[in-house]
């Protein structure tokens, strides 16, 4: 597939499709943090770079995609967790710190993007199954992924024949849970693998290879692929 570039490469959904990409591709992964940068690097081992960049700061993704040059696919897997709760106790200036923290830098890095990415290449977001699912505590989540999604279409639409499609995982097993303590981690796990049809919360691996066919499948665009075992379908 050539040369990609996977912003928020450096853990979870990101890092797994970086790692799974390594053996017959150039990757580039961008992250803000230095430290798990150069760790995900030291983990992923050949034919894997990286370079630190703040997605939020415009400035900073023109110089380094500028750096980067041309390239064949994108996949935006930055993420973030503000904006959860009820409605009724929902601290809105949460939720639009949610906004800054994925909606804004996610667009951003695909706008900086579009000078280098090749036509025939894709962009692949990652949002998230709280768009779908109707669950108590994720309005804000939910209109925060949807807000992205709803875009996909007319994104697609627009800067045709670059391929636009977003992967919406449902709960997985990443550092995005670490804000729970292990023991509660482990008991939300098991209540959420029960409600889901095959039994499981999924692995990041589980997400990464549907981004991948994303990049391989050249007659797929402006399409929103739900990979969450099953949880979206209700009770």
Known sequence: MGKIVIAGGTSGIGFATAKLLSDKNNII???????????????????????????????????????????????IAITGR????????????????????KFFPQLQTAQASLPYIGKNGSITFIT???????????????????????????????????????????????????????ETKSEMFKQYAAAIPLGRVGEPEDIAHMIISLMENKYITGQIISVDGGLSLGQ
């Open 29 to 75: 992964i961008l992250g803000r943090d230095k430290s798990k940068l150069d760790k995900a690097l030291n983990e992923i081992g050949k034919n894997v770079s990286g370079k630190s960049v703040d997605a939020t700061n415009k400035i900073q993704l023109n110089k380094i995609f500028s750096e980067i040059g041309s390239f064949d696919h994108l996949v």
């Open 82 to 101: 503000k904006g959860m709760g009820v409605f009724k106790d929902l601290d809105l200036s949460d939720l639009r710190d949610g906004f800054e923290g």
């Open 128 to 182: 998230a199954i709280s768009s779908q699912s109707k669950a108590v505590g994720t309005a804000g989540l939910g209109a925060l992924n949807g807000a992205i999604e709803l875009m996909i279409p007319t994104l697609a639409k627009e800067l045709k024949p670059l391929r636009i499609n977003a992967v919406a995982p449902g709960v997985v097993n990443t550092p995005w849970w670490d804000f729970l303590t292990p």
